[in-house]
């Protein structure tokens, strides 16, 4: 009996001190990167309409935040989704993150010029805005 006794303490002492009587295998599962297939244009928009300042506000548009958002978009964005923000809200980067993802995975886009339509408009300066964005996912590589 003393010398189970002692074995179980001189057992525990090791345990104690960091060592395992018995080694045994572990199994390490780590969650992967979700992939965000949208994330790159993300922090390129935000770079071009704002210099990634979330504070900015452009008087003339009424952008207001990192992505710049319009009371345009804004209002159809509510209007689409039933969510009541408000222009002051834009101010938020997650808010305004939102935002663009809705309208950058809204339609499916596969290509950069697609959501840079959807975001920035199809007027006759899309095509301006869009070789920024190339210019600056190509910065971020």
């Not at 001189?10 to 990167?33: D, K, N, Q, R």
């Not at 704002?50 to 992505?67: F, H, M």
């Amino acid at each position: 009996m003393k010398k189970i006794i002692l074995l179980l303490i001189f057992v525990c002492s090791l345990s104690v001190a960091g060592f395992s009587p018995v080694p045994y295998p572990m199994l390490e599962i780590t969650l992967p990167e979700p992939i965000r297939p949208y994330e790159r244009i993300w922090r390129a928009t935000c770079a071009i309409e704002s210099g990634n300042n979330p504070r900015a506000y452009n008087s003339r548009e009424k952008a207001t935040g990192i992505a710049q958002i319009r009371p345009i978009k804004l209002n159809d964005y509510n209007r689409r989704t039933g969510k009541q923000y408000k222009l002051h809200d834009c101010y938020d980067p997650e808010i305004s993150r939102e935002i663009f993802f809705f309208y950058a995975t809204q339609y499916h886009y596969s290509d950069i010029l697609g959501i840079c339509k959807e975001w920035n408009g199809r007027g006759p300066k899309h095509k301006e805005y869009y070789k920024k964005i190339k210019k600056q996912l190509s910065i971020m590589k």
